[in-house]
């Protein structure tokens, strides 16, 4: 253990032990005067308690006698019995000044108890004169019993009065006591800490002096702190720096230089990569759509083929605008739904497109064709091979910050080793309509966003394909993220 530890350690243990001393006492005292007061407390409940169910026995005598039945007997029993279990808390209020009225108090209950059966008997065998007696008799009994509660409490008051003011002027002592200890631990934890402090700062300010000379320029100058603790060590250990510290700036300087220009390359080489793949445009996209739009104009009006056209236009206009740029999601949608409109002509019924986009994404910032193609590719492996086509759903939400893009479609699907090719770029690099390939949107993806996770698929052959774009808000909300490297 260091020599700064042990001091910590020394000084920390002592006022944990003081603390938990005074703690402990403090808590000892409080448990006691606790109990006292607990004690008296009881007493008093238990007297008052059997003032209460002797009231509570006159109210349900009167009930049975205004309206005698089954429900009213029985609550009748219930408060007698309560009445009579109250009797095990008097027993312990027995003392050498109270023994004489307390066996009066006793004698009352039983007699209130009495009086009680009695006046049931009575009014079972319909003697109504005997039970206004009976009655008369319990209501005045229970007068005589809250009498009698009251005189035993003034009786405890007279007792525990001597105790009562010296719990109070023990507690007010206490309370002195505990203020004077206050202010002497106070004054040692200031001493001691004051002491501590100094022995560390001392050596610390002589440190901060030598290094503001050594960023100065000012190497002749030794560091020298008198000492055996790790500061101490830590001087010599500084001064020895000094001693080669110019040969340590320049080495710095030269590795800081290689450094930014490693960086340059690597930022210029990102851009070459990402400008190579966005400008990768295969004109036999073109070929195909003119070649449907002049079967389509054969075939049927010129109105139709006016529309294709401008979805045509509408394409090849975004990808000469957008090749080295970000756009935002709600650019790339329009995009989409023109080529998908393009496809319907082509498809008419058998391809089926289900849309849901939160509107509150649509201002994120993403590569341009980047949908395109994905969407393309379900087109070709989960529509064209089938007779009766098929579906894609494509769907934007937010999920905790995330911009989740969900392309889906109800195709053969594809094996696991395909897609460890694609998210990693093993397989070929061939596009489609716009020469950009899976890999390709996958790769610039990465580049655009700076990690790897950007895209996910789940798939199963013969179950379907569902892609997963995921884009963090705050990464991707700066305009024009694309150039960030050029």
Aim: net charge negative; hydrophobic share 40%.
């Amino acid at each position: 253990m260091t020599t700064i530890q042990k001091k910590i350690l020394t000084l920390t243990t002592v006022v944990m032990i003081i603390m938990s001393a005074i703690w402990l006492a403090l808590t000892y005292y409080n448990y006691r005067t606790h109990e006292q007061y607990n004690e008296i407390l009881k007493r008093y409940l238990n007297m008052n308690e059997v003032s209460r169910a002797s009231q509570q026995v006159v109210t349900d005598l009167n009930n049975y006698m205004v309206d005698t039945n089954d429900r009213t007997l029985k609550q009748l029993e219930k408060s007698k019995e309560g009445l009579e279990s109250t009797k095990s808390g008097v027993y312990s209020l027995r003392n050498r000044d109270n023994d004489f009225t307390l066996t009066n108090y006793l004698n009352l209950i039983d007699s209130l108890v009495e009086t009680t059966d009695r006046l049931i008997l009575f009014q079972k065998e319909r003697d109504a004169e005997a039970s206004a007696q009976e009655f008369a008799e319990a209501n005045r009994i229970s007068g005589y019993i809250s009498e009698m509660t009251l005189t035993l409490i003034d009786k405890e008051l007279t007792t525990y009065n001597v105790m009562y003011r010296g719990i109070m002027e023990q507690s007010a002592e206490v309370i002195k006591l505990g203020i004077w200890v206050l202010l002497l631990i106070t004054c040692l934890l200031l001493i001691a800490s004051y002491w501590f402090s100094l022995g560390i700062t001392r050596p610390v300010f002589q440190l901060t002096r030598a290094a503001n000379e050594l960023s100065k320029g000012n190497f002749s100058r030794q560091v020298k702190v008198e000492g055996s603790d790790e500061i101490a060590f830590l001087a010599k250990t500084f001064d020895r720096m000094r001693i080669n510290i110019n040969n340590l700036i320049s080495e710095i300087k030269q590795k800081a230089a290689l450094e930014r220009e490693l960086q340059e390359s690597k930022l210029l080489l990102q851009e070459s990569q990402f400008r190579s793949l966005q400008s990768q445009i295969n004109p036999h996209f073109l070929f195909n759509t003119l070649n449907t739009l002049s079967k389509k104009a054969y075939l049927e009006g010129s109105e139709e083929t006016s529309d294709l056209l401008v979805s045509v236009a509408g394409i090849l206009r975004y990808n000469l605008k957008r090749q080295n740029r970000s756009v935002t999601l709600r650019d790339e949608i329009h995009v989409l739904e023109q080529y998908m409109h393009i496809q319907k002509a082509r498809f008419t019924d058998r391809l089926q497109l289900h849309m849901e986009v939160d509107e509150a994404c649509m201002d994120v910032r993403i590569p341009a064709l980047t949908l395109q193609p994905i969407v393309e590719n379900a087109v070709i492996h989960a529509v064209e091979p089938k007779e009766d086509g098929g579906a894609i759903w494509f769907r934007v939400r937010e999920e905790d910050s995330i911009i989740l893009v969900e392309i889906q479609d109800d195709g053969v699907g594809m094996s696991q080793e395909k897609i460890r090719q694609i998210l990693h770029e093993e397989g070929s690099r061939e596009g489609h309509s716009t020469g950009i390939g899976f890999s390709n949107v996958v790769k610039r993806l990465q580049l655009f966003y700076g990690f790897e996770d950007v895209l996910r698929i789940e798939s199963e052959e013969g179950k379907g394909t569902k892609i997963s774009l995921r884009i963090i808000r705050e990464g991707a909300g700066t305009d024009d993220q694309a150039s960030h490297s050029g």
